[in-house]
């Protein structure tokens, strides 16, 4: 990665897990952030963001790639979404996205004769 140049959120969450196993392994965030920044290429003030998140909050699932879907939807219905993502303090595709996986679970669970 050149400098200067974000990282995806694969990314940040796999050095975020590499950290956590070097934690587990008996380093402190010290020690673990300077091994990160051999290994991965960051500087070490990033390293160490990397190994503090890592002792905050341990190992993470990387997330799932994400696409850009476009659909119409009425213009009261959108208002809506983004009023209740705001209220939620969520971004909308999140809200849109556990929405449609639930009716998504929902509509499996029919087919099988479930709810």
Known sequence: MSPGQRSTAAQQVRRV?????????????VEAARELTCR???SERQARRYAEQARDSGSKAIPKPKVVFTVK?????????????????????SLVAQALERFLTRARAGRRGGV
């Open 17 to 29: 897990n590499a950290a956590a196993k070097l934690l587990r392994s008996g380093r402190t965030v």
């Open 40 to 42: 991965l290429g960051v």
């Open 73 to 93: 939807l009425p213009m009261d219905l959108v208002r809506q979404l983004r009023h209740r993502a705001r209220m939620d303090r969520r971004t909308l595709s």
